[in-house]
DNA sequence: AGGGAATGCGTTTTT
DNA sequence: CGCATTCCCT
């Protein structure tokens, strides 16, 4: 009897090779997870193997959250010793320790994107010279160089590409300075100072002493720097055990290097390698499909997945008129399959990219179809929550620049563009933080004495914070920051101040969670929260989301929409065939999340830029799987039955009176001047609309809306 | 300093 | 088309 007769035969082998270099080539939906967890209870139950020396490494925080769940279930409270984390946090945690060595404080800060843009805009105005690019192109140039592993000397020294090298170099460089002098790291660098420890031998003695058994997941999507980080570790015991499957290799935009997996044989002549083939998760035709698209791809190390699932459902092909024609077919559909005895939770869209989400958005409005979308704009990257936690970054790390400039005049103190330069300009000089500059605003000529008092009052009230903050929660932070700013009065809108007590709500329901934490871990938290770490299961709702954001998921109806040439594949292909079989991997990725259903749409027509594109091409990837796997939906028969759907819907859900039916529905497009374009949601006892518009909900009274919306 | 109009740009994808 | 940025006006 053993723990691993749970497993089938090559998952069993893969749990039982415990020693030296292992690589588990794990198709989609083949039971990766589980033989992963198996694997690390096997060691700690039957080969007596300290929790303690083991290390799991996860591509999301959901997937490790995951993970120590179930292991924690088979092994026993036992099972918390062992480090199940992602690289990123694992990053963290190891240079909050030896943050001096490569000359950081510990209290250092997490820049996310829109930080990063906002410094990279601000040297470029700095070194004012002409260039072509955009921030943000810069901002993902600078990004890719440094997932890549090259330095900004290095980049000067390269120039590749860019004629403007020379420009990116500097900006680069002053970018790299400026982090360090806000001591604070973007996510890129939480891998690079990670790495750079590793090469003091003090800490790469220490960790690999320590972690004598590593595992490291969706390892196709490791980049260089991971790669270093892992192999500098398994350097002295090499119980190295990769899984991943080269076939979902879909990062390689962000620096993912699929070659780590390719080459992982060569890197380990002794390595021994295991295929799990057998799927557990979808059906014989959309296995089938899904493989004829991928063979199409030379990287492919030629695996096939099989399954014994069989069903006579052909995966249905809708070809759309047009975008919106797309949107209701879908909404049609999953009302006709609801009617037929499914939940709403069993559904999701799959998108290319985010922009795709907005137009099902509005259809589901129409229909009263219950929804949630992943990714796009988070809750944390909203402006509000964006300027409290600037001022807990603050508080956190006095160095923050960025998070200052940021809220320095939020709300309005009258400290204007003119007086923050002069602040700078004092601030050049005497070589200090921004923070710091502020007590010598006595120095600056021409600033109006109000506006320094006020200054000086912002300077006293982050002094007292920053003295105080280790004797107060998170909770007591926050709520003074709240108070002492009124922010809350300069909020215009309901929603905004909504979603700001909303922060407060997350910040006590993790303190009482975890047990008191510091300021440090929380904001360290929040900055590596991924988009469907908060996906819940239970709740009855239809998902959308982009494909890449559903990787390690499945679902048991999927609709794979916008199928067509120039967005999924994107246009980039045309040049590079590398990109086109990216796509082609994330197409395989799209099918596989499928259980049992698999619907495919596109469109012949649609609005880009608010244009019209007409006479679009259906994607190839459509043409490479088998005609006898797929059924094309008639399109009149359909509309018959969204027109039958589409009246029985309204009628039982919102059933209001004459009185205003002529004037406003359920569903109605509206604008308003200040907050724009909107869509009705509901009408509340025939006196107020409930309005959706792009960010917040809006009651308002009828016979208000009458003077102030219009229908569009 | 702040509001409003005019302009210009964008789509990959995210820890 | 929607958003962000810029510029011009008060």
């Not at 380990?268 to 991928?294: G, M």
């Not at 069903?311 to 049609?332: P, Q």
Request: with cysteine; aromatic share 10%; proline share 2%.
């Amino acid at each position: 009897m053993s723990i691993l007769d749970n497993l089938n035969e090559n998952q069993r082998k893969a749990a039982e090779i415990i020693e030296g270099p292992l690589l588990i080539l794990a198709g989609a939906g083949s039971g990766k997870t589980r033989t992963l967890t198996y694997r690390i209870a096997h060691m700690i139950k039957e080969k007596n193997i300290e929790p303690y020396f083991i290390l799991a490494v996860t591509f999301t925080n959901k997937a490790a959250k995951e993970m120590k769940e179930r292991v924690e279930s088979l092994v026993g409270i036992e099972g918390e010793k062992v480090m199940i984390s992602t690289f990123h946090s694992f990053g963290v945690r190891l240079l909050r320790m030896y943050a001096k060595y490569i000359g950081y404080d510990s209290n250092f800060g997490i820049y996310d994107s829109d930080d990063q843009l906002s410094i990279v805009k601000r040297i470029l105005k700095e070194i004012g010279r002409e260039i072509n690019l955009t921030p943000n192109k810069i901002v993902s140039i600078i990004s890719k160089a440094k997932e890549d592993g090259i330095t900004p000397e290095e980049f000067e020294e390269k120039r590749v590409f860019f004629h403007d090298y020379k420009t990116i170099a500097e900006v680069y460089k002053r970018y790299q300075k400026e982090l360090l002098k806000n001591n604070s790291m973007d996510f890129s660098d939480l891998l690079i100072y990670t790495n750079k420890l590793l090469d003091i031998e003090e800490v790469k003695e220490k960790l690999q002493n320590r972690y004598k058994y590593i595992m490291v997941d969706e390892y196709q999507d490791t980049n260089d720097i991971q790669y270093q980080i892992v192999t500098k570790i398994a350097l002295k015991y090499r119980n190295l055990c990769v899984v991943g499957d080269e076939d979902q290799s879909i990062y390689g935009f962000r620096g993912a290097n699929i070659d780590n997996i390719l080459n992982f044989e060569k890197d380990y002549k002794d390595a021994k390698v295991i295929k799990l083939e057998r799927n557990y998760r979808s059906t014989e035709i959309i296995l089938e499909a899904a493989n004829s698209v991928i063979k199409n791809n030379t990287t492919s190390k030629g695996k096939k997945l099989w399954t014994d699932k069989k069903s006579k459902d052909l995966i249905t092909v809708y070809e759309a008129k047009n975008g919106i024609d797309e949107a209701y077919f879908v909404a049609h559909n999953i009302i006709k399959n609801v009617d037929n005895g499914r939940n709403y939770r069993e559904f999701t869209i799959l998108y290319r990219t985010n922009a795709q989400s907005r137009i099902f958005e509005e259809v589901f409005l129409k229909h009263n179809l219950p929804y949630k979308i992943f990714g796009g704009m988070q809750f944390y990257q909203r402006k509000e929550i964006k300027d409290i936690l600037a001022y807990l970054n603050v508080i956190n790390n006095p160095n923050d620049d960025v998070s200052l400039l940021r809220i320095i005049n939020v709300p309005n103190r009258k400290i204007g563009a003119r007086t923050i330069e002069k602040i700078r300009d004092i601030q050049y000089k005497k070589g200090i933080s921004l923070f710091e500059t502020l007590k010598y605003i006595e120095e600056a000529t021409s600033v109006r004495s109000n506006t320094k008092n006020s200054i000086i009052e912002l300077y006293n009230f982050f002094k007292t914070l920053i003295e105080e903050k280790e004797f107060l929660s998170v909770t007591e932070i926050f709520d003074e920051v709240i108070e002492k700013t009124r922010y809350l009065d300069s909020l215009e809108e309901e929603v905004r101040v909504e979603n700001v007590l909303e922060l407060k709500n997350s910040i006590i329901e993790q303190e009482t969670r975890e047990n008191n934490i510091q300021l440090s871990e929380y904001l360290e938290n929040i900055s590596l929260v991924s988009t469907t770490d908060n996906l819940e299961e239970n709740q009855d709702y239809i998902k959308l989301m982009t494909i890449h954001n559903s990787k390690g998921l499945e679902f048991p109806v999927v609709y794979l929409v916008g199928m067509e040439e120039d967005i999924f594949p994107g246009k980039k292909v045309e040049f590079d065939d590398k990109e086109l079989e990216e796509e082609r991997r994330l197409c395989y990725v799209a099918i596989t999340r499928a259980e049992e259903k698999l619907v495919i749409t596109y469109a012949n027509e649609r609005n880009i830029y608010g244009r019209i594109d007409s006479f679009r091409d259906k994607s190839r990837f459509l043409d490479e799987i088998p005609m006898n796997l797929l059924k094309y939906i008639n399109r009149k028969e359909e509309k018959t039955i969204i027109k039958k759907e589409k009246s029985k819907k309204i009628e039982n859900f919102n059933p209001f009176s004459l009185k205003n039916k002529g004037l406003f529905n359920v569903g109605d497009k509206i604008y308003h001047n200040k907050f724009g374009n909107g869509i009705i949601k509901n009408i509340e006892e025939n006196k107020r609309l409930i309005i959706k518009f792009k960010y917040e909900e809006k009651k308002i009274a009828i016979a208000v809306a009458e003077k102030v919306l219009k229908k569009i």
